[in-house]
């Protein structure tokens, strides 16, 4: 039986306990956590549900699960990858990209950022709670209808899929001097996110003329170009910064 620790609702543990399945009082909160993984390709890491789970059953999701006593979040997002996923999670490379309370479901959750790579037969799914799992780009989920769907079930998704993607491209997209198929140099600086749309842009800077700052969306940045009958990339890196 998994026994939890209550937290009040500022976050605070109270010092107080309860069983999986018992009546969460009001006034009372238990931790979640959840694992986004991403390799060193950008791809994130998806598993997919067991059959027979009673909630979701058969969907794809990120891995999580609650946290026992005596456990932080970081402590249990360890443990839960590594028995969902059959592999121990490098947490030297982990941060915290989401805190928040839920005080009307009775939980706070905390998600995880982790980067590492690690090859799908590597992996060992737990029996009754996992079924199969994805290395997948985090734009192609969302350009998937079902797939999207699935994972709009989990409530903080669209809070977090633009860090998600902003990360991914930062792996993709490192700085230093691109060419662009015209011919023209410039100076990649660096990534964010537009302030309100959320898109990953890239931050650039032309190596001609006036030397102008320039900002062009991530996606379109990595596309490829038809170019006397060839496909070439937009920019293609010549020299990576140090």
Request: hydrophobic share 40%; aromatic share 10%; glycine share 8%.
């Amino acid at each position: 039986m998994e026994i939890w620790d209550l937290y009040d609702i500022s976050g605070k543990r109270t010092g107080k306990t309860i069983a999986r399945g018992e009546y969460i009082p009001e006034g009372f909160l238990h931790l979640t956590v959840d694992a986004v993984i991403l390799n060193s390709k950008g791809e994130t890491l998806l598993q997919r549900r067991a059959k027979e789970k009673k909630v979701y059953p058969d969907l794809w999701c990120i891995t999580g699960g609650a946290a026992l006593k005596g456990e932080d979040g970081a402590t249990a997002c360890a443990r839960e990858v590594e028995e969902e996923m059959g592999f121990a999670p490098d947490m030297d490379t982990a941060r915290l990209i989401s805190h928040y309370l839920r005080p009307e479901r009775r939980f706070m959750r905390d998600v995880f950022l982790i980067y590492q790579d690690v090859p799908l037969e590597k992996m060992h799914y737990q029996p009754g709670e996992v079924q199969d799992a994805m290395w997948i780009l985090p734009e192609k989920i969302e350009s998937d209808s079902s797939l999207s769907a699935q994972l709009h079930h989990l409530d903080f998704w669209m809070d977090i899929y633009p860090f998600i993607l902003l990360e991914s491209y930062r792996i993709r997209i490192p700085q230093g001097i691109y060419r662009h198929y015209k011919g023209k140099r410039y100076q990649m600086m660096g990534l964010s996110l537009h302030s309100e749309t959320l898109e990953p842009m890239v931050i650039y800077r032309a190596l001609y003329g006036s030397m102008e700052t320039w900002v062009r969306p991530a996606g379109m940045w990595q596309e490829m170009v038809d170019v006397d009958g060839g496909r070439v990339p937009r920019f293609a890196l010549e020299e990576a910064a140090e």
